[in-house]
């Protein structure tokens, strides 16, 4: 089945410090997109990717879409308290909203006032 | 963005007997649903793809007859944990599709003792 590896699994950094983290997969996705999970709740969608090659932002947040689509980064800048969660990467087929999305292993970040 | 709903958000059982946890799409139609499964410091599984007015596709490994799905109408669908073990114990969370996008209801969090 599909797999997809994130890194790394979890982290620690200072408050206002930039965060990087990855996603690679064994298979090509159409979309890539990039959740954040609080405890006790669903993912919440902070950036979806469309086209290979592609680079988002959304405030604070950037991602790219890899050009071999098996791949894809989300960055973090200037960090904040509230930056805390578990950070997820997905992959979705062809088919929109319709297609099951595929997740990561996920990445649990830390922020150290 | 479109709001997804779960209900209940927790709940305690004894083993043996059966759940049912509705998730519902308050403000779109949803002509797909999905149903996930995490496991604590675990990502999320797909269990089945639900699709109104149809039967629901299962993911490997899933038993249909002990997750029973139903997807009556465009804004509600069950799922059924029927003679629940202490091994089904986990956060059960729902998605409904829009055209491009997944919305995540806020989970239900399941205990079996």
């Known amino acids: ?113 | 963005g479109a709001v997804v709903s779960q209900h209940p958000s927790w709940v305690i059982c004894k083993s043996g007997t059966s759940v049912k946890i509705e998730c519902r799409s308050l403000d779109f139609q949803a002509t797909t649903m999905f149903w996930y499964r995490q496991f604590p410091k675990q990502s999320l599984m797909l269990m089945a793809t639900s699709n109104e007015g149809s039967k629901a596709t299962y993911e490997q490994g899933v038993e249909k007859d002990k997750f029973l799905i139903n997807h009556a109408s465009l804004t509600l669908s069950t799922l059924t944990v029927t003679s629940a073990h202490p091994e089904d114990s986990s956060f059960y969370i729902c998605s409904a599709s829009g055209e491009n996008e997944q919305f995540f209801g806020p989970g239900t969090r399941l205990t079996v003792l």
């Not at chain 1, 996705?29 to 993912?43: A, I, R, S, V």
């Not at chain 1, 950070?87 to 150290?112: D, E, M, N, P, S």
């Open chain 1, 1 to 113: 089945g599909q797999q997809l590896n994130q890194s790394p699994q979890s982290m620690f950094i200072q408050e206002g410090e930039d965060v990087s983290m990855n996603c690679t997969s064994s298979s090509i996705f159409n979309t890539w997109l990039w959740y954040k999970q609080d405890p006790g709740e669903g993912p919440v969608l902070l950036i979806a990717l469309y086209k290979a090659g592609e680079l988002t932002s959304n405030g604070r947040l950037t991602a790219q879409f890899g050009i071999t689509r098996k791949d894809s980064f989300l960055n973090i800048s200037a960090s904040i308290p509230s930056d805390v969660g578990i950070y997820f990467c997905a992959g979705q087929g062809a088919g929109g909203g319709y297609q099951k999305v595929t997740f990561g292993t996920g990445t649990k970040l830390q922020v150290i006032p």
